[in-house]
Each structure stands twice: as C-alpha cells, then as structure tokens.
C-alpha cells in the first residue's frame, strides 16, 4: 500500500509500504480522510519526542472497514467508522474506573515515542482494535468525520470545566481545539470572549460565536476582561496554547474562586503564579484527549448542531501531503486544517 512516511525529522515520503495485518480483535480500516494535527506539524521536526522516525503518523481519520480480525463480531467489512485517537487497554485501572484516556501503555495512533511507536492514517489502510472504533451516520462525510477527534477534545475539556449558563468564559487561543471550544461553548449559553494573536483567527472565533475577541499582543486582556464582568473577572479559562504567557494573563483574567481548564501544552513546564492560585482559590483543571466523547460529536455532527466544514481550509491527495506539511510548518496563512485522501 502507499503511505507518508516520516522517515527522518522532517522528511516525509511517499512510498510503498506493507499493508497492515489486524490481530484477532482489530479491524483494517481502508482510510477515506486524515487530518493533519498541529502535534504532528510540531513532532516532526523532533521537538516534542513523540514522532520518532519512522512513523506513519495521523490520528484524524475515518474510512471504510475493508477487513476484520478472527475474534471481531460487532463490525461488517463495509462499515463507515471513525476511530478514537488513544488506543487503550480493556482491562487497565484506569479503564475500568471511567478514565480511558489516562489508561498505562496507552498508545496513540500516529505516534512513537520512548514507551510505544503505532502506526497512523495517512496511509492507504490502517489497522485498528475494535474497541476505538465510532460507526459514522450516512449523512455524515468523511471529511467531516475526521473532524470527530479534536472536536471530541474540545468537548472533554468542556464537559471537566462545570460551566454554567450566563458564565462569561475566555478561551486563549483561537487554533482548532480553541475555535471548537468557542463553538460548543456557545450551545451551553454563556458568553465567550476568544483571544490570539493572529488577527484571522479572531475572525473565525467571531464566525464560530465569540462575542468579544481580543488581541493579546494588542488589547489589555486581564483590563478587558475585568471590564466584560463588572470588575470581577472570568467565571471559567480554557487554555488552549500552553505556554507560561497565556498561563499568566489566564490567571490574571479570572475571578475568585474559578476553574482554569488547561488544554494546551506546548511548554513541557512553565511558571505558576502560586501565590493567586492558592489565595484565590482557583481550581486549575488538567484536561487530556477525549474521554467518551464520540458518539456526542458525531451526532451533534449529524443533527448539524456542530459545523466543521468551515474550518477544513484544504482537501488534498496523500501523494501531495509532504508539500502540505511544509505550507503548515510555514504557518501560510489562511490554512487551518488539511485533510489527506489517500
Ligand atoms: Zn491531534
């Protein structure tokens, strides 16, 4: 089969490789659609230690399922599926107490590091364990359905943060977990301020509901902020970028006695304003991967009650996916999320 290969930090080849074989309790998935993560446009150059060549990497993906393991019962070859990003263990601690996502020897699709090396999606097929697999409605494509996953991360985040109708809630950064998290905060009916950088995102963050929007290289956020709330500040933060900056003016803009969810986490470590968290009483939520969130998201998607169509910027074939990553890695503007089609 041909797949895109990472054969070195930042060298992606499009080549024939072995089609994969599914153990007993696996399906092969013949991949529709793949998105590119922004992880994966960060990892390859080696930065994060998590695309440790060689890897086939993607984690977005959805397909049609082309074969089935021995011991598979519940999935028909002909199945439109989706797929959970995280490959976790069945019979885990974690698991079994309502945590997936935080399973041991969990795997991700996509991804080698230290612990693990999975093979992802981009690539004509794929194999994956049954249990991580979504059936995706007729009237759903599969270019939308590989939108479920960062969807689903938004909408784990969300459902860790206790929000309630009428909060004024800020999102730091409008990349795509942060304009999902503006989107489906707004079904929740509270008022959303978004903040970046990048003025274009702004405007998406307007398009996907945000009612105030902020530029922080510009705007006096945590001033604004307390403006918005009657000098009180923000009812509940997601921070979606993860850097000791938004970290900061994120504890800066909220009020006593808030939760401060944090999505983002380009900074392996940072400083921490202990002092105002322990005074104020802040609660500082970690929030990982998607916890069970997929079938929600996909019927959200289906009753089009979520719309993502907007945010895919380019449908391209695996063959020119290299090229795609380079235009992403260059940060051109206007190009948000690329779907490969292999
Ligand atoms: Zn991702």
């Not at 996502?101 to 364990?129: H, T, W």
């Not at 449908?315 to 940060?331: H, M, T, W």
Request: charged content about 20%; proline content about 4%; hydrophobic content about 40%.
């Amino acid at each position: 089969m041909k797949a895109l290969v990472l054969e070195a930090y930042n060298k992606l080849v499009y080549k024939d490789v072995n089609k994969p074989a599914p153990d007993d309790h696996e399906v092969l998935v013949e991949v529709k659609a793949a998105g590119i993560c922004g992880s994966d446009v960060h990892g390859m150059d080696g930065s994060t230690g998590r695309r440790i060549p060689p890897v086939i990497m993607g984690h977005e993906a959805s397909g049609v399922i082309s074969e089935t393991g021995r011991s598979v019962t519940d999935w028909q070859v002909g199945d439109r599926v989706t797929f959970d990003s995280t490959i976790y263990r069945l019979d885990d601690w974690y698991t079994r107490s309502g945590h997936y996502n935080l399973s041991d020897n969990r795997m991700v699709l996509g991804v080698s590091c230290k612990e693990f090396r999975r093979d992802g999606a981009f690539a004509q097929y794929v194999s994956i364990p049954e249990h991580i697999l979504y059936k995706v409605p007729g009237n759903v494509s599969f270019e939308q359905a590989a939108m479920v996953e960062p969807v689903a991360v938004a909408l784990h985040a969300i459902n860790l943060s206790g929000v309630r109708i009428n909060d004024h809630v800020v999102v730091f950064g409008s990349g795509m977990i942060g304009l999902f998290l503006v989107q489906l905060l707004k079904s929740t009916g509270c008022h959303v301020t978004a903040i970046d950088i990048v003025e274009e995102k702004l405007v998406m963050a307007r398009n996907a509901g945000a009612e105030t929007c902020l530029h922080a290289g510009r705007d006096e956020v945590a001033t604004r902020i307390k403006e918005i709330t009657g000098g009180r500040g923000a009812d509940l933060v997601f921070e979606a970028v993860g850097m000791a900056g938004t970290l900061k003016t994120a504890v800066d803009c909220i009020r006593k006695g808030a939760t401060l969810v944090m999505v983002g986490n380009l900074t392996p470590v940072v400083d921490f304003p202990l002092q105002k968290v322990v005074t104020q009483e802040i609660t500082v939520r970690g929030s990982c991967a998607i916890n069970g969130e997929y079938p929600a998201v996909l019927e959200l998607l289906s009753k089009g009650q979520i719309h993502v169509d907007s945010m895919i910027s380019a449908v391209a074939p695996l063959s020119e996916g290299a090229r795609f990553f380079d235009r992403l890695r260059n940060k051109e503007p206007g190009l948000l999320k690329v779907i490969l089609k292999p």
